[in-house]
């Protein structure tokens, strides 16, 4: 995606024409400003700010740009200076016209654009560039002048600093969403500033894209769309029924969609966390795929001569799903089953590929699973308690190794192995050779344990952010950033007033270059 720089610096060099050619008009905004040949649409603008509006709470302005040159803007990015001492880029974010239309901040010859990512209790400098349909640019500086903000839940605004982030030190993201059980989203900077928040059901489902959150619902089959200027909607959706009952966990990258987990009834009984569903996000359209790993694993293991319902209990917690990823260099699924392993599956047939786990769990008493496993090499770490699967840049299978054995086995079944301390793993594996390898740990020196919950994801850079959300005895959340040679670049504690409840997963956010286009 075009910066705000690239993009002006391709608009004035002329590689960048094919930007202007589609306009997307708004109601009323018919006026223009008279043509001079001899001056840029950015000389002759009329373009003043207005004025604005406080938001829902003090990280959110309406700020309203006037002027009938309104109808030759194509682009508006803001940005937001960092308070002295910050470590953090600056917030800056760039609109198109298609989506400040679609969105409804175009009413006639005004931008009503929504601010957001200010600090509370500040006098924040923000300057606003315009581009115009020649290439032509112009800027506007304003100070916006917040309220403090009073935390409800009295956790984010106060957290401590345990390792503060170093003036020059090399981190890929300057921001980051906190998945929150306690209200909203909560998206904070690397110096440890809460920069969005607002008021919002609370729901562990969150994927956020393109300016907005799509929030799962817990206790029925719809979703929420939540935008950075705080206001909310519950579209329509077609969710199978009671197939596709609830959203549980997490919503994870697919191909075309998004991967949520869910609650249901399939034809086997009730459904509990088993099943992974691609969905178009920020739509009504029904399911583009779905992975009932109930079905999926009764199927193969009776085809194999198992006893499938010995494994597959439906009514029970038996196989936990809370995350999913998309593997683009096979076309296949890797869906997280906290209570069993890793399973990779073929994105169109549901053919498993592989199995992934702890050995010494009851999984592995059935030969069609064994069949399946792979063969870690000597001296890794198995994935165990798992959550937060993903790909990264190297092709590594990646998870947030808890290390907390099985919770809902069989009577008399292994739980499997339990380690004192929680991780970040990566793995590569050999299809061909049915074999893994732990490429590399990051442990914090043993001295976390993060029994439940908990995520880690890499952002440009090669660098992590990690999320050990149950540290301190389920009582505090730990947010870790890692360098490209895993060195901690910051360190900030937060208590949790419930399990998983301040920070269940965390993932970065590019707030220092957003850009927000039509969908």
Known sequence: MLTSTSLGNALRSGLAVGLSLTLYGCSGGSGSTSENPGKTQAQQSDMVIAGSEPGVTPFISSVKIAGQSASHVIYVTFTISPMENSVSQPVSVTWSRAALSACGYLPGDLIDLPVFGLYAGHQNQVSFDLTFDDGSFQQLPYQISTEPYSDPTGVYMNPTIVKARAPGSNLGFNFFILKSQLGSPVIVDTDGQVRWVVPAVASAAVYFANGQFMSGSENSPSYTELRLDGTQSTPPIDLPQPFLSTFTHNIDPGPTGVLAEFFGTDDLGDSIADIVAEISPFSSEPPIQTFDMADILTTYMRNRGDDASAFVRPGTDWFHVNASTYDPSDNTVIVSSRENFLIKVNYSTHDI???????????????????????????????????????????????????????????GASAGLSRTYSEVSTYSVNPATMT??????????????????GSSYESPGNSYLVDFATAGNYKEARLVGLDRNLNVVFDFKYASPSICGAAWNAIPISMENLQINLN
């Open 436 to 453: 893994a390898q732990n490429v590399w740990n990051f442990n914090y020196g043993q001295s976390i344990y993060s029994p439940i919950c």
């Open 353 to 411: 590929v592989w199995i992934l786990g702890d050995p010494t769990k009851y999984w592995y008493t059935f030969p069609s699973l064994r069949a399946k496993a792979l063969t870690l090499a000597a001296g890794g770490d198995y994935p165990i308690g798992q959550h937060a699967v993903s790909i990264t840049s190297d092709g590594y299978i990646m998870v947030f190794n808890d290390g907390l054995g099985s919770s809902n086995q069989p009577a």
